[in-house]
Nanobody
Framework: QVQLVESGGGLVQTGGSLRLSCAASGRTSSTYTMGWFRQAPGKEREFVAVVSGSGHNTYYEDSVKGRFTISRDNARNTVSLQMISLEPEDTAVYYC?????????????????WGQGTQVTVSS
């Protein structure tokens, strides 16, 4: 079992920045793929970014490319999502997720473990 706990959400103005963190505990491994998803009110949960176990491979949803950066610290079992130039459309609950492989990394079914989420609100 892997437990994931997100932190760092909050209220920020348009153009502002936030850094989300996800702490992993339990049967953790540096080979776990770690992803971020988000869910806005009334919408389905969508893929945001993913980083491979080694940290060498990262992928992003098109709308966040150039604004969001995913990174990981395997020594501390954490993964972060640095978000800049935030827009009201980024408002959502952000979820951290983990799985052993990169297969289906854009889909929720590609992840076995999920955190409880952290709220990000961007005011206009």
């Amino acid at each position: 079992q892997v437990q994931l706990v997100e932190s760092g959400g909050g209220l920020v103005q348009t153009g502002g920045s936030l850094r989300l963190s996800c702490a992993a505990s339990g049967r953790t491994s540096s080979t776990y793929t770690m992803g971020w998803f988000r869910q806005a009110p009334g919408k389905e949960r969508e893929f945001v970014a993913v980083v491979s176990g080694s940290g060498h491979n990262t992928y992003y949803e098109d709308s966040v490319k150039g604004r969001f950066t995913i990174s990981r610290d395997n020594a501390r079992n954490t993964v972060s999502l640095q978000m800049i130039s935030l827009e009201p459309e980024d408002t959502a609950v952000y979820y951290c997720a983990a799985d052993l492989t990169l297969a289906n990394y854009r889909a929720q079914r590609g992840y076995k473990y999920w955190g409880q989420g952290t709220q990000v609100t961007v005011s206009s």
